[in-house]
């Protein structure tokens, strides 16, 4: 079965083919990191309107890539939510018109469940239960799945989420955007111990998230510290050990929780998924956390990681196999949950 996979819930606009749930024939993304680079952030209207911009192309492209005519597509999965809703809209109405003139089924995909199919793309064996940290600019998530398609959350983030945390220390300090790379380069050449970040306290026994607490303690040590944005040159050395000691903090805090969520759930697996999921401290505290008490980590490639439309095809893949119809009035939920 040959899914065409859209994704456009917020920068990226992506559209991709996989045969049977993991062979990807093409993925292409379209970046809009060059139009937002100004603003330190995502404008929706400007992404909306750059999706419009390159849907089009994005998709005859993944066609071209993998040597495929639309014909040859067997069903269209599209993002539904959660996401920006003018971006959102834009796949929408592109899946629903093709689906329309192709007379193909067509499902909506929860954005999530895309970052957790990433992981199976590569490692289709990935034995449930399986517990999964979806983490990026616009999540952090705990998700538990007893088997496929079967989700429970478990914990979620009560404020700003992790990839956000990055994204505003960076914009704060005059780093570039997006925040979470620069930071996780520049923070090998500081000292993590160099400032003192104590972790969220969430003492209801809840495993939910908390990071606007560390920005708020960046900020007075911003203060405290002298510390100026910086400008152009050598990136200076207090800046180096501020940005490593949050990075640590807020990886330290995604593990502890990640640890206890395991302690309680004794799954056979763990993912770790969603743009975040490419820090390598993360990637190495996880292996070094889980893989010690013998339960695999999974992550998918960088490609697969951040957002794309090969894992909304994946995820897609099970639901169109169940059978699905050409549901035209299929809508955008910017706030979709997925349990
Ligand atoms: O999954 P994604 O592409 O989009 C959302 O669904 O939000 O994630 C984007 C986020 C951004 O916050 C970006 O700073 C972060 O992923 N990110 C990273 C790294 N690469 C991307 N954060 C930390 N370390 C990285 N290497
Ligand atoms: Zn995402």
Do not use: C, F, S, T
């Given at each position: 079965m040959v899914v065409l996979g859209i994704e456009t819930s917020c920068d990226e606009t992506a559209a991709a083919l996989v045969k049977d749930?993991?062979?990807?024939?093409s993925s292409v993304v379209a970046s809009q990191i060059d139009t937002h680079r100004s603003f330190g952030g995502v404008v929706p209207e400007l992404a909306s309107r750059e999706h419009l911009r390159n849907i089009g192309y994005v998709v005859r492209r993944a066609f071209a890539d993998a040597g495929?005519?639309?014909?040859?597509?067997?069903g269209i999965a599209v993002t539904q939510g959660p996401g920006l809703v003018g971006s959102l809209l834009v796949g929408l109405s592109f899946a629903k018109a093709m689906a329309f003139a192709l007379e193909k089924p067509l499902v909506g995909v929860n954005h999530l469940e895309g970052h957790i199919y990433s992981a199976f793309?590569?490692?289709?064996g990935i034995e449930f239960p399986v517990l999964a940290l979806v983490v990026s600019g616009g999540h952090t998530s705990l998700v538990f799945s007893p088997a496929p398609g079967e989700y429970r959350s478990i914990g979620r983030t009560r404020d700003d989420a992790a990839g956000e945390a990055l994204d505003k220390l960076s914009k704060f300090l005059g780093l570039g955007y997006p925040g979470g790379p620069v930071i996780d380069r520049l923070a090998s050449g500081g000292?993590?111990?160099?400032y003192a970040f104590s972790l969220p306290k969430i003492s209801d026994g809840s495993l939910d998230f908390s990071f606007s607490g560390f920005k708020t303690a960046a900020l007075r040590l911003i203060d405290a510290e002298g510390i100026r944005p910086r400008r152009a040159g050598k990136v200076p050395r207090k800046i180096l050990d501020l940005v490593a000691s949050y990075q640590s903090a807020i990886v330290e805090t995604l593990v502890r929780q990640t640890r206890r969520a395991a302690e309680r759930l004794r799954p056979r697996s763990i993912l770790l998924v969603g743009g975040v999921a490419c820090n390598s401290l993360l990637r190495r505290r996880f292996k070094e956390t889980f893989e010690t008490t013998g339960t695999p980590v999974y992550y998918p490639t960088p490609d697969l990681t951040t957002d794309n439309a090969a894992m909304i095809a994946a995820a897609g893949t099970p639901k169109l196999r169940a059978g699905a119809g050409?549901?035209?009035?299929l809508n955008a939920h910017p706030d979709l949950r997925l349990c």
């Open positions: 749930g993991h062979e990807v024939l495929k005519e639309y014909g040859d597509a067997d793309i590569e490692h289709p000292n993590a111990r160099a050409v549901p035209l009035d």
